[in-house]
């Protein structure tokens, strides 16, 4: 079964990204990444920049608005996806606890709705 | 209420939810039910108790209320088969005339928990719930599975030791044996991976499950392998303060100072473990318990016994071939011979793909044997395995993996 592990981190842990503190964030992504590579459950997914560099777009009664930044204000920012295939949401969460960002912001697991015809 | 007060009051809750459940599933075999009649004799103690006082005897007042209610809802005959435990009820209600019989039914209650028709998983947070009165979000974080599913799981257990009619006795002597290792295991799967060198992973009821252990003794004190179940998990109790650093760091077992272990629970896993050997039974958390000590001898004297460690080891492997035990064996064989214990942890490979201490092992191996770039990229999949974020940050600065 496919889910999708979302990402979410504390602004101090987005900004450890681009510190000094840099090679131990990559570091422990890299590894926890690499280890899921390893166990052939990847199906997709990427880092995403910083929040800082988002646009955000929505239409109101035909009109476009353009806004700076992520979506709206929140305690912690997606940083990141990936799909994964494991049995069950059990494993899931087993992998979700993995991510160096469990405990410096969250993780979402959402199984990914199958396609029709499936 | 004070810290002190409190803590006491917990106490002595603990202490009667799961003797009054017990006993009053002694009688309806219906934990749900019991469940339900218990919360609500709590309710209405925490309603009337604080105006009229608190009765003289709680328990006693806490086990007619739920009994009364219990028997409420069986009259009403909400389920087809509920006709004959409201008969045994309503029996054992009029045989006891006010009079609380006050016996310990506990016991009973652990072993329909760990019965082998129970699913093994759920038979810990089934034990926790039950005995303990915790809640099924806690449980479910420290088995790192949904509330809900946790939740659905208790359920499904309790609604099958309904139906399927699991009695609600001490097993016969020819099966006690396993039927005590059973409750043993599920004690200490509530305990969790929390070893020094391991990574622990969900929250912590360490409390919780030493509290089982002790309960267990008192009621079976002919029974070595509780003692033993104890020592273990006191010993790694006492070394808790000290796997951090002042800075949060993680400090493996090795490294730690002794003098930041907890005396108490250190010289009580000492002395558990050699009364336990008077019995002459030894068992698989005797060992285990004893493997710790040596550790600790180790880390005391500054002199690891790495012979006299595989020795233990290969008569843990004997009683209980876990793969932990195995790990275990290779990570003390590898200070006497590193290539031996390498070849070991490969034949371990295939069951391993994703297990934490078997790459930290492996990463441990290969350093010894002087195989750097191979302790590195073993130490960057243990950590990337971690759950533990100062185990993590360890494996990744000792090795110079994750680059």
Request: hydrophobic share 50%; net charge negative.
């Amino acid at each position: 079964m496919q889910y999708a592990l979302l990402y979410n981190e504390t602004p101090a842990e987005i900004a450890r990204g681009e510190t000094a503190a840099a090679p131990e964030y990559w570091g422990a992504w890299n590894a926890y990444m690499g280890a899921m590579a390893a166990a052939g459950i990847m199906r997709g997914g990427n880092a995403l920049m910083p929040p800082a560099t988002a646009t955000t777009l929505r239409i109101t009664d035909g009109k476009w608005q353009v806004e700076d930044g992520p979506f709206a204000d929140t305690k912690e920012q997606l940083g990141g996806f990936v799909i994964i295939d494991v049995a069950d949401l059990d494993a899931a969460l087993e992998w979700a606890a993995r991510a160096p960002c469990a405990s410096a912001g969250s993780v979402e697991v959402r199984p990914v709705m199958p396609s029709p015809g499936q | 209420m004070s810290d002190a007060a409190r803590r006491a009051a917990e106490g002595a809750a603990r202490t009667a939810y799961g003797r009054l459940l017990a006993m009053l599933v002694a009688r309806s075999r219906d934990i749900a039910a019991a469940e339900d009649a218990l919360a609500e004799a709590l309710a209405a103690a925490l309603a009337t108790w604080p105006a009229r006082g608190v009765p003289d005897n709680p328990d006693a007042w806490l086990f007619t209320a739920a009994r009364r209610s219990l028997g409420a809802v069986r009259a009403r005959g909400r389920t087809a088969d509920a006709g004959e435990p409201t008969l045994a009820l309503l029996d054992d209600e009029r045989a006891a005339a006010g009079e609380v019989p006050f016996g310990d039914e506990r016991l009973k209650l652990l072993f329909v928990c760990t019965h082998p028709a129970i699913d093994p998983a759920v038979q810990a947070p089934l034990m926790l719930q039950t005995v303990l009165g915790l809640d099924a979000d806690r449980i479910a974080a420290r088995f790192l599975v949904s509330p809900a599913a946790m939740g659905q799981r208790l359920v499904r257990a309790k609604r099958r030791i309904r139906e399927t009619g699991i009695a609600f006795v001490i097993p016969d002597a020819d099966r006690l044996h396993d039927r005590v290792a059973a409750v043993l295991a599920a004690i200490y799967a509530a305990y969790g991976s929390a070893h020094d060198d391991g990574d622990g992973g969900g929250s912590d009821l360490g409390e919780e499950a030493i509290w089982l252990a002790r309960l267990v003794r008192e009621l079976l004190p002919e029974e070595p392998e509780a003692d033993g179940l104890l020592a273990l998990m006191l010993f790694c109790e006492a070394r808790r303060p000290a796997r951090r650093d002042a800075g949060g760091n993680y400090v493996p077992l090795g490294e730690q100072d002794w003098q930041r272990w907890q005396r108490a629970p250190f010289l009580e896993a000492e002395g558990l473990l050699r009364a336990a050997a008077r019995h002459g039974r030894p068992g698989r958390f005797q060992i285990e318990a004893a493997i710790q000590s040596l550790h600790a001898q180790g880390v005391i004297t500054g002199a690891a016994n790495p012979a006299a460690l595989t020795a233990l080891y290969d008569l843990l492997i004997a009683v209980a071939p876990t793969i932990g035990a195995r790990i275990g064996r290779a990570a003390a064989r590898a200070a006497i011979d590193p290539a031996a214990a390498l070849a070991d942890l490969d034949s371990l490979a295939p069951r391993c793909a994703a297990h934490q201490p078997w790459w930290a092992t492996r990463a441990h191996v290969l350093a010894l044997a002087g195989d750097s770039a191979g302790a590195r990229a073993a130490a960057t999949t243990a950590a990337g395995l971690a759950t533990d974020r100062a185990v993590r940050d360890w494996l990744l600065a000792r090795y110079g993996g994750g680059g």
